[in-house]
């Protein structure tokens, strides 16, 4: 198993200009998150997803969109990139059901906004 | 509102010896506590996780203290490997809503050989 896969591992944007960020997994999880990572802080929830067709909001969604069409994958879109978007961002995955399950994440996406 | 917080930004600890890394939190609402490791360039990987009706849980060299009076929760690492040095992130999360995790700012640890 590949596990989860994020795709660029980076990118530098203009401001104004748009992308989307793609995530993958293939361990047939439900649950799937965005988050980002700002310098010296935590991760943030941007958004999330308990299965295709259903996404939510989570702590930072303004300026972000998601969509989940399929259960491997869980694109982010930024529509018009800001300096304040200069971030890493990581996609995560897990088994659903409660408890303490892990979530497993890819290696990242550093995105640098000018 | 940081309802996870790791006051320690860094800790620096000799080869061999206990590395104690310390989370607070506000919501007492919380229904498990984990903790993530991450090495530069690498997303963060799963440690160790304690359900919040619990107040140890041992992994190995791990052990992770839940005191609920104080809504301080603990990671022990013994003994302390240069391997181990990373930043280590607490959080904690919910049983609904998607099982939503909130994450602290992470505590940089040096393991020093």
């Known amino acids: 198993n590949a596990g989860v896969t994020q795709t660029p591992k980076f990118r530098i944007l203009k401001i104004g200009q748009s992308m989307t960020l793609q995530c993958t997994q293939d361990m047939n999880h439900n649950y799937m998150y965005w988050y980002r990572q700002d310098p010296g802080m935590g991760l943030k929830l941007i958004y999330y997803s308990v299965g295709a067709g259903i996404t939510d909001k989570g702590e930072v969604p303004n300026g972000y969109n998601v969509s989940r069409s399929t259960t491997e994958d869980f694109p982010l879109r930024l529509e018009l990139a800001a300096p304040s978007q200069t971030s890493v961002y990581f996609c995560a995955s897990r088994v659903p059901g409660g408890g303490a399950g892990e979530q497993y994440f890819g290696p990242g996406t550093r995105l640098t906004v000018t | 509102d940081q309802q996870v917080k790791q006051n320690s930004p860094s800790l620096s600890v000799q080869e061999g010896r206990i590395s104690i890394l310390n989370c607070d939190y506000t919501n007492s609402m919380f229904d498990y506590f984990l903790w993530y490791k991450k090495y530069p360039a690498e997303g963060p990987t799963f440690l160790i996780s304690i359900s919040s009706i619990k107040d140890k849980n041992e992994d190995g060299r791990f052990t992770v203290f839940l005191n609920k009076s104080a809504k301080h929760l603990s990671l022990h690492i013994v003994p302390s490997q240069p391997g181990d040095s990373a930043v280590y992130f607490c959080?904690?999360?919910?049983?609904?809503?998607?099982?939503?995790?909130?994450f602290g700012a992470g505590t940089r640890l040096f393991v020093k050989a």
């Open positions: 959080a904690a999360g919910f049983n609904t809503g998607g099982f939503k995790t909130i």
